[in-house]
């Protein structure tokens, strides 16, 4: 009999990327690069798990801008023929490799993959929410919300309205895609201060994810540490996140994906093919990008990009079975340890990004696919669940007033307010006012009811935490600081145009088309909380 839980939880998002104003744009790829090798996979291999009698328990996030553009059909229709054109290479590659052995086993894998990818896609007609959405109604997932567009939430907390929206539109969003409340959400980068419980409980929400100092530092300290979920004074719980078992996966130093045996993500054909002949694949002005079909492994994790050796799926796959037995052994050790010094059973949390599963480590899918079937058949010390099945188990926890947190560097706010990125602030804070300004109005005609709806929008976007994430991190940085600019624009002459009464609907109707998430978005959600 099990004397502990292991739960992991998965947090899939990306930001809402979506251009029909251009034929191409480089940052709609995050979402195609995800669907190939992180979300299929995570299907295929849930698949396989129920195929084969194992009840696997797993909590997912999916974020509302993840969700809207997994169902756009114009990115489903650019989805097609970008997995296409990764079909079309894999095949060209393997013919181009015919007398060059190894490097043609490789491109038979990746074309097998490929073919694997169509399969998937083309059995759910495009749709992978229905996809997810079955294994939550077997019970195997729990699939939770976020905030609307992953607003970081404590650093707009002088206005609570701003951070209502977000609770309130991602909660009806979720309702409208999987047809029931959410049970759980996932704050934006674990961000909580005090009194976002009230909110969470006000708007249906019954327990959410936090970083292990965000109840290590509670009041009073939790008897059992980050062991067990604790109540806050408002009923939802708050679980958080176990330091060990986030070590093993994400640690640059001793962590799972740096293993030289693991395919080398920085070393793709798209930079190094003869430029003639990857011209068709890279982008449309010619410049170079990764395409996803990748020959090496890491070798040492010292070298240079030049030192790499070929890298090989088996011995690949090999190392995923060895580390998740590895990370199983150290589970039971720890919940073993745990147990006798709780006298009850306790819980470890282990949240992690999804797409590090399959993009940024490619063996990450192998990996848990390992972990499951090894922890159902391998070892009685602990239960696999997720956790609206905990709670509804255990109903009974200690209360506590968390402490302020995130899971960002140095545990606090400051990656998402730098000097990289400080001076969204002062705009942000202007623009939640005019929205709040706005909510009062009451629209004179249809025109003006789309208006109000889509300066609400413009707000939500604009809020996005992935923007200051990424001018912190130095990467894609004109990308997300051209986009945190043309959100606050339309909604500054959204707000202008609404004042004076004049609608410019052909701009409108314009604007509607970029920026169309949450259709059913109603304005009044930012009136003054009562």
Known sequence: MAIGYLALVLHAHLPFVRHP????????????EAITETYIPLIRMFEG????????????SMTPPLVQMLRDPLLQERYDAHLAQLEELAELEVEHNQYNGHTRYLAEHYAREFNL??????????????????FQDTNNLD????????????????YPQAVWAQLQVAFDHYQEHFGRPPRGIWVPECAYYEGLERMLADVGIRYFICDGHGLLYARPRPRYGTYAPVFTETGVAAFARDHET????????????????????YKDIG??????????YIMPNGQRKNVGIKYHRITHRNGGLGEKALYDPYWAKEKAAEHAANFMYNRTQQIGHLSELMQRPPIVTAPYDAELYGHWWYEGPWFLDYLFRKSHYDQDVYEM?????????????????????????KGFHEYWLNETNTWIYPHLHKAAERMIELSHQEPQDQWEWRALNQAARELLLAQSSDWAFIMRTGTMVPYAVRRTRSHLQRLNRLYEDIRAGKIDRDWLTQVEQMDNIFPHINYRVYRPLA
């Open 49 to 60: 798990l129920q195929r084969d009698g194992i009840d696997f328990k797993l909590t997912m």
């Open 385 to 409: 669940t997720h956790l609206s099945d905990y709670l509804r188990r255990h109903p009974t926890q200690q209360v506590c007033r968390p402490a302020q947190s995130s899971w960002g560097h």
């Open 117 to 134: 990818t169509r399969q998937t896609w083309e059995e759910y007609d495009g749709d992978l929410i229905t996809a997810f959405k079955q």
């Open 143 to 158: 699939i939770i919300t976020c905030g609307a567009t992953h607003g970081y939430l404590p650093l707009m907390q002088m």
């Open 21 to 32: 104003e251009s034929d191409y744009v480089l940052e709609e790829e995050w979402l195609y």
């Open 271 to 280: 930079w190094e093919a003869d430029y003639e002949y990857i011209k068709p």
């Open 246 to 265: 986030s070590q093993q996966v994400w640690s640059s130093e001793v962590g799972y994906p740096g293993d030289p045996v693991y395919r080398e993500f």
